[in-house]
């Protein structure tokens, strides 16, 4: 995938050179398998003849090329006829120009073996009536891009000229996983993530329609989506509504990965309350080989987490824990997530390490307090479905588990 910045594309032929060479440097060294193409992923600022020559010049090395330009419309009108839809664009999306044809030369002229067309994040322009916060946009962007091709696109060589598609040209609709890939409300979930919304409701319509589509539309190959991992950590995009992995299990039938199960893991600093070059603490867990630090979240902190202070506590949690509103001050941990996917229902900890430092703003990965090795953490065996307490003490050196619940 190509996504860089336009600066970077002063010399085309430097670049289709470097990158041709990268290819088959790679495809050396791969056992199994090769690179077979490039995506030219090209927003911003880039001309339509910039585009061009870089489809034109990786065609003739002999690559696969696929395109993956923003639907959009010129904007005369705002609404696109899907049966004559001659003010819909293929565009790099760059401010100032987006209602401009970016990407229609080199597709007309041939140069473009697959658009994979991003159907998401243009605005509240409609095509057939429907905007992309509608469901039923899939149907009609798809319905117009199909009604775009043609036998013959010699005529529409121009980047004001009207889109054509040549028939030998693979469609692929692309669309967000969840709405949290997407950032705001123009996607087909109407909801930025932040917004409640029912993603299992929206999927079920959108399988619906992409039968229908592939069924009915000759030119329409298929659909993507942005992106795999998004869909299956759609916490970490700030989707509070959608479920790990839904878009790939309902549109493309993947088996969905184990559920994440309830666990809390509590870190405290049982130290006494008095100024020192340890007083502060936060714990290393050690597990396969892994090392996870677990300290005091602080989201106004540019480290993203501090150490602990004396007679202080900090709860971490695998994501269903960190959404039980009887425990409102659990904070959901990535690194828990992590430890306890691909179905895993404990872990055992090799080593805790006790970590300190000499103050509340310390740079915890850094702990120039010193480190000593928790005995107690040694083949610890922590299950899931119960809280944990890793009561650290970095004045003493000691520190002991116990089972919550």
């Not at 032929?13 to 990268?22: C, E, G, H, K």
């Not at 409701?201 to 993507?224: H, P």
């Not at 990535?334 to 090799?350: A, E, H, R, V």
Request: a negative charge; proline letters at 6%; hydrophobic letters at 35%.
């Amino acid at each position: 995938m190509l996504k860089l910045h336009p600066e970077n594309f002063k010399n085309v032929d430097n670049v289709i050179y470097n990158i041709t060479s990268q290819i088959d440097s790679y495809n050396h060294q791969l056992v199994g398998g090769k690179i077979s193409g490039v995506d030219l992923d090209l927003e911003g600022a880039f001309t339509p003849e910039t585009i061009q020559q870089l489809a034109r010049g990786f065609k003739a090395k002999g690559l696969i090329v696929s395109v993956a330009p923003q639907v959009y419309t010129t904007g005369e009108p705002q609404d696109v006829d899907v049966a004559n839809p001659f003010n819909l664009v293929l565009t790099a999306g760059y401010p100032g120009n987006s209602n401009l044809n970016t990407y229609g030369p080199a597709i007309a002229e041939g140069s473009v073996d697959y658009i994979l067309a991003q159907t998401y994040n243009t605005g509240s322009w409609k095509v057939g009536g429907y905007t992309e916060g509608q469901i039923e946009f899939f149907t009609s962007i798809a319905t117009a891009l199909n009604n775009s091709v043609k036998d013959d696109c010699s005529a529409n060589l121009s980047p004001t000229s009207q889109l054509c598609i040549p028939k030998q040209t693979h469609i692929v609709i692309g669309e967000v996983s969840n709405a949290g890939a997407s950032g705001n409300v123009n996607n087909i979930f109407g909801s930025n993530g932040t917004t409640s919304y029912s993603q299992a409701n929206v999927l079920s319509q959108l399988k619906t329609q992409i039968d229908n589509v592939i069924t009915n539309q000759n030119n329409i190959s298929g659909v993507m989506q942005w992106s795999l991992n998004n869909d299956y950590m759609p916490n970490g995009w700030s989707d509070n509504y959608a479920k790990s992995g839904a878009f790939s299990g309902t549109i493309f039938n993947a088996q969905l990965p184990p559920a994440i199960p309830y666990f809390i893991l509590q870190v405290t600093n049982t130290g006494p309350d008095v100024a020192g070059p340890s007083a502060y603490a936060s714990a290393t867990l050690v597990v396969n080989g892994e090392y996870w630090v677990f300290g005091k979240n602080a989201s106004w902190v540019s480290a993203g987490m501090v150490p602990i202070a004396p007679n202080n506590f900090q709860q971490w949690g695998t994501l269903p824990s960190s959404q039980n509103p009887a425990t409102p001050d659990v904070i959901d941990s990535n690194n828990l997530d992590y430890i306890f996917s691909n179905g895993n229902t404990s872990f055992k900890t090799s080593q805790i390490i006790i970590n300190g430092y000499p103050s509340y703003d310390s740079d915890i990965n850094n702990p120039t307090g010193g480190q000593w090795v928790c005995n107690a953490g040694e083949n610890y065996v922590f299950e899931a479905g119960h809280s944990y307490n890793v009561m650290v003490n970095p004045v003493y050196h000691s520190c002991d588990i116990k089972q919550i619940n």
